[in-house]
């Protein structure tokens, strides 16, 4: 008995019929989850992020000393600061606290300033793409006139006009950070959600009568939500620089009791030449903890970008 022609298929095309139905198969995010794994700039960037949340959370445990502890300071002076010793590994910066204490604490500020303002710019800039994107017409067009004004602005220059504004504290610096992100939230759910409005299940749930509302925030918003995840992962590396440069201008919690790695910077400058690791070992922290964000939201990115998937 003889095949039927249209039943006869080369091994290439089975193979490839094969990888479609697994694809077709396989949720969105748990394909991205088995790439991300495979993918040695995410594991390093997931690898950063761990050990830099578990350092801020276990920061008291971790601290050979308390915070902002200044009973070294005969050891700091104008031409001398005491280095790297037996009871501080990193030596003490120019207040006469234990450099690794402030660091450790440092990097607790670092995460609750840096998440709570990407928290606070993607909630606003969701509501806002959201109206955006899924009501379209004059409220798209209002909503995004409102967006193109604060996008004319330079994100640092509003952040600082902000933190300027309301005054020298970490509250401040969460809502100036978190407002100078509100536009890139904003932009990117809509466009995810101008796309999602001509997809197929959209025309389907009209047909069957659904209020627009319940189609925008029960169909269409829970599929635009993914590239916005990826930019707010994107975005903490984003605020945790901008916490630094805020703190390096004096628009920071001017409070000695607590420690950031950008008021560090500043206060190390005028011993620079004299123990250059008081800006230097900060700079490291802000550096390493950016770039493990970077590269986890990149490649959390390329892992759901079909056109980035091999």
């Known amino acids: 008995m003889t095949t039927p022609p249209d039943v006869l ?66 050891l700091s002076t104008p031409v001398f600061v005491q280095g790297s010793n037996s009871e ?23 995460l609750i300033i840096g998440v709570v303002s990407t928290l606070i710019g993607l909630i606003a800039g969701a509501g806002l793409g959201t109206l955006a994107g899924g009501f379209g017409g004059w409220v798209d067009s209002l909503v995004m006139r409102f967006v193109d004004i604060l996008l004319s602005i330079p994100s ?30 904003a932009r990117l759910l809509r466009s995810s959600m ?22 925008i925030l029960g169909h269409v918003l829970p599929n635009s939500l993914g590239p916005t995840i990826v930019q707010a992962t994107l975005n903490l590396a984003t605020a945790i620089i901008e916490v630094a440069a805020l703190s390096f201008l004096g628009l920071g919690n001017d409070d000695p009791a607590v420690a950031e790695w950008g008021r560090m910077i500043v206060s190390g400058q005028d011993r620079f030449l004299v123990a250059p690791w008081l800006a ?31």
């Open 9 to 74: 298929v080369s091994p290439a095309s089975s193979g490839d019929a094969d990888s479609s139905e697994s694809t077709s198969g396989e949720s969105l995010w748990r394909g991205a989850f088995k790439r991300l794994r495979r993918s040695p700039m995410a594991i390093i960037g997931a690898a950063i992020m761990v050990v830099f949340v578990a350092v801020a959370l276990l920061a008291p445990v971790l601290a050979p000393y308390e915070p902002a502890s200044t009973q070294w300071t005969n």
């Open 88 to 110: 501080h590994l990193l030596g003490i910066d120019r207040w006469g606290s234990d450099m690794l204490t402030q660091l450790l604490f440092g990097a607790r500020q670092s």
């Open 156 to 185: 640092l220059l509003l952040a600082i006009s902000i933190a300027a504004a309301m005054g020298k504290s970490s509250f401040a610096l969460m809502v100036a950070i978190g407002a100078a992100q509100v536009p890139i939230f």
């Open 194 to 215: 101008l796309g999602q409005n001509r997809s197929d299940y959209v025309v389907a749930a009209e047909s069957l009568g659904l209020r627009r509302r319940t189609i």
């Open 280 to 310: 230097f070992y900060p700079g490291v922290c802000i550096a390493i903890t950016a770039l493990g964000f970077t590269l986890l939201g990149e490649s959390m990115r390329e892992a759901l970008d079909p056109k980035q998937r091999r």
